[in-house]
């Protein structure tokens, strides 16, 4: 049988592991789309037309212009959905856009080339937390924390639009 000190201790252990936790619990407006603005380097969540939140984001390398064809560092443009969640990422969590569409193939296939794929919202994780600027391969990157709650809050099936 557990003494009083032994029984305390173990519940203090077990309350304390859940802080730790980069899971967060939402149960807020449902995010019915993502805006993402890459000019402004803004994103937002949205239910419906109010602003749930809204995040400052890194993206490509390369930011100007459309993403064309594997490796050309750029994020897309377009319509897209939230089509997978990795919860083992490098980058922390991460929440996968359906990139590329059939657009997005038949445009680099028309170039001869591959369109690409692998594109996320991420986190930064270790020293691409000091990173400034833009410097993914094409995804839109937030901070860990931010990612953790974009995580709890976004769906699969999320509608994403990315603009210029």
Known sequence: MLNRRTFVAIATMASL???GSKFRRYDGPEVTRIAVFKASRKM????DAKTLKSYRIALGGDPI???????DG???????????????????????????NTEDAAEAEALGQKPGGDIFIHGRAGTKAQRAGDWTAGCISVTDREIE???AMVRDGTQ???AP
Do not use: F, Q, W
Request: glycine share 10%; net charge neutral.
């Open 17 to 19: 592991a859940g802080c």
């Open 44 to 47: 937002y969540l949205l239910h």
């Open 65 to 71: 212009g459309d993403k064309k064809v594997e490796g």
């Open 74 to 100: 750029k994020t897309p443009e377009g319509t897209y959905m939230i089509d997978r969640r990795n919860p083992n990422s490098a980058y922390h969590l991460s929440l996968g856009i359906s990139y590329p």
């Open 149 to 151: 709650e974009i995580y």
């Open 160 to 162: 994403i639009t990315i």
